[in-house]
């Protein structure tokens, strides 16, 4: 008899940054999820599920340089506002 093993291959996570979340968002609204999810090379459910798009507008503007976007991935601000600038 001859055994199958199954091994769960985990995927890796795909974190987006600001600025690819704000791309996304705005084709979002002319083009459908998969189409999205192709295009970027990411999950279906990643595109379909970004949340707080409130959010995520609201923080793009709020950054003081576009070239921080290209970088940063999440929005959480460092309790040291001189350090979170340094950062950028």
């Known amino acids: 008899m001859a055994e199958h093993s199954k091994v769960a291959v985990k995927r890796k996570r795909t974190v987006l940054t600001i600025e690819k979340k ?34 995520i507008w609201s923080f793009f503007v709020s950054i003081d340089s576009q070239t921080v976007a290209k970088k940063r991935k999440s929005m959480k601000n460092a309790n040291d506002v001189q350090l979170d600038k340094a950062g950028e």
Do not use: F
Request: charged share 40%.
């Open 22 to 55: 704000v791309e996304i968002l705005d084709k979002l609204k002319k083009n459908s999820c998969s189409s999205l999810a192709k295009e970027y090379g990411i999950e279906i459910s990643t595109v379909c599920e970004l949340k707080n798009e409130e959010k």
